[in-house]
């Protein structure tokens, strides 16, 4: 069964981090670009960061950029979304995504999707 499972959110405290892990099973994620995206309530899912097959970085979100970073293991077929300096309107479910070999902004390219994880930055 292909499937994408996240895992590493929670609650935090402004100005903490979390790292995100994106697990693949029933297939290989060598050939992939994964995505990250997050919806928070009542707003559209917008894309975070993205990492291609080559380990090429694209950030979709630029309140990010500097805060968030994104990396692969292919042997682990995870990818892992480390997130720093976390703000309050980090608050999100956050999903990852796959599209064959490179990252795109539009999220209807994306197929198989996870099931998020919930991100919750408060005092």
């Known amino acids: 069964q292909v499937q994408l499972v996240e895992s590493g959110g929670g609650l935090v405290q402004p100005g903490g981090s979390l790292r995100l892990s994106c697990a693949a099973s029933?297939?290989?994620?060598?050939?992939?670009?994964i995505g990250w995206f997050r919806q928070a309530p009542g707003k559209e899912r917008e894309g975070v960061l993205c990492?291609?097959?080559?380990?090429?970085?694209?950030y979709y979100a630029d309140s990010v950029k500097d805060r968030f970073t994104i990396s692969r293991d292919n042997a682990k077929n995870t990818v892992y979304l480390q997130m720093n300096s976390l703000k309050p309107e980090d608050t999100a479910v956050y999903y990852c995504?796959?599209?064959?070999?490179?990252?795109?902004?539009?999220?209807?390219?994306?197929?198989?999707w996870g099931q998020g994880t919930q991100v919750t930055v408060s005092s």
């Open positions: 995504a796959t599209r064959y070999t490179a990252c795109f902004s539009r999220k209807y390219e994306y197929n198989p």
């Open positions: 029933g297939f290989t994620l060598d050939y992939y670009a």
């Open positions: 990492i291609d097959r080559y380990a090429g970085r694209t």
